[in-house]
């Protein structure tokens, strides 16, 4: 088994009574292994007992080169990965520890279905700062509303998007 499948939120370490904030903290390690996320620079972490997603703005990120603002696949990017680790995060939450087999299940097979994206303004920012909640909690999928922020609390990019587990 390679070293990612065993690190992958499907194989969180959950003893007998975990808080709510070790799974977050566990999901957040398990994203930030991603040699994507390593590439990029995103990183996810557990702020005031909620997931957010980081990233700084660096050279390669530029996707205008005349006005250097941020590529809106970074934002686009950013956005989809918040909203798929908070609706795991919720999940979790609202499992009971008798259900947690069948949730554990569902984290790990949690995709993208669809995804909106609105550009509000122009990606410009030192960093910026993605925040997620869940519209709506189901049987089989979800649906999740993202924003993106700069380091001024600007709005840079909204999205919903609507994941299956």
Same mark, same amino acid.
């Given at each position: 088994?390679?070293?990612?499948?065993?690190?992958?939120?499907?194989?969180?370490?959950?003893?007998?009574?975990?808080?709510?904030?070790?799974?977050?903290?566990?999901?957040?390690q398990?994203?930030?292994?991603?040699?994507?996320?390593?590439?990029?620079?995103?990183?996810?972490r557990?702020?005031?007992?909620?997931i957010?997603?980081?990233?700084e703005?660096q050279p390669?990120?530029?996707?205008?080169?005349a006005?250097?603002i941020?590529?809106?696949?970074?934002? *686009?990017?950013? /956005?989809?990965?918040?909203?798929?680790?908070?609706? &795991?995060?919720?999940?979790? =939450?609202?499992? #009971?520890?008798?259900?947690?087999?069948?949730?554990?299940?569902?984290?790990?097979?949690l995709a993208?279905?669809?995804?909106?994206?609105?550009y509000?303004?122009?990606?410009?920012?030192?960093?910026?700062?993605?925040? *997620?909640?869940? /519209?709506?909690?189901?049987?089989?999928?979800c649906? &999740?509303?993202?924003?993106? =922020?700069?380091? #001024?609390?600007?709005?840079?990019?909204?999205?919903?998007?609507?994941?299956a587990?």
């Amino acid at each position: 088994m390679t070293e990612a499948k065993k690190t992958w939120t499907g194989h969180i370490h959950l003893g007998s009574k975990t808080e709510i904030t070790v799974i977050l903290s566990q999901l957040c390690q398990a994203f930030n292994s991603s040699p994507f996320f390593k590439h990029s620079g995103m990183t996810m972490r557990v702020v005031d007992g909620e997931i957010e997603a980081y990233i700084e703005m660096q050279p390669n990120l530029i996707g205008n080169v005349a006005f250097q603002i941020l590529h809106g696949g970074v934002a *686009a990017t950013l /956005l989809d990965s918040i909203g798929g680790i908070v609706a &795991m995060g919720e999940l979790y =939450k609202k499992a #009971e520890p008798e259900n947690m087999p069948e949730t554990i299940k569902k984290v790990s097979r949690l995709a993208t279905v669809d995804m909106r994206v609105d550009y509000i303004a122009p990606g410009r920012g030192e960093y910026f700062i993605a925040k *997620a909640e869940a /519209l709506r909690l189901g049987r089989k999928g979800c649906t &999740m509303r993202m924003t993106m =922020k700069n380091n #001024e609390d600007k709005i840079i990019a909204v999205g919903t998007a609507s994941y299956a587990y």
